[in-house]
């Protein structure tokens, strides 16, 4: 069974930072071959993918909304997971989730939706204020 912690979230002003962390409750031996993503949903929208990288290495995914703003990023030795948001908008306001999965590199550096996904975290909630 995997289990994920978010935390991080707060509240900001619009182009303002903050670092979402996402501690996972992998085995070393089995952490390497997952794909660790960041959702977010905001009110009567649906969730979306923000950025995912694979445990493995390589070149993570991210979403056009966050590009040049959001950075993902690894500690495999906590298995934590990092999601440093800058510039922020009020449009970036949502619960962000961490998510996991068991796949191959390749599908995990491209768009995923949150069905491709069986772990979650219980979300941190972000607000941007304009």
């Known amino acids: 069974q995997v289990q994920l912690a978010e935390s991080g979230g707060g509240s900001v002003q619009a182009g303002g930072s903050l670092r979402l962390s996402c501690a996972a409750s992998?085995?070393?031996?089995?952490?390497?071959?997952?794909?660790m993503g960041w959702f977010r949903q905001a009110p009567g929208k649906e969730r979306e993918g923000v950025a995912s990288?694979?445990?493995?290495?390589?070149?993570?995914y991210y979403a056009d909304s966050v590009k040049g703003r959001f950075t993902i990023s690894q500690d495999n030795a906590k298995n934590t997971v990092y999601l440093q948001m800058n510039s922020l908008k009020p449009e970036d306001t949502a619960m962000y989730y961490c998510?996991?999965?068991?796949?191959?590199?390749?599908?995990?550096?491209?768009?995923?939706?949150?069905?491709?996904?069986?772990?979650w975290g219980q979300g941190t909630q972000v607000n941007v204020s304009s």
């Open positions: 998510a996991a999965h068991r796949m191959l590199f390749s599908l995990c550096s491209s768009p995923n939706g949150p069905d491709k996904f069986n772990y």
């Open positions: 992998i085995s070393r031996y089995t952490y390497s071959g997952y794909c």
């Open positions: 990288i694979y445990t493995g290495g390589g070149m993570p």
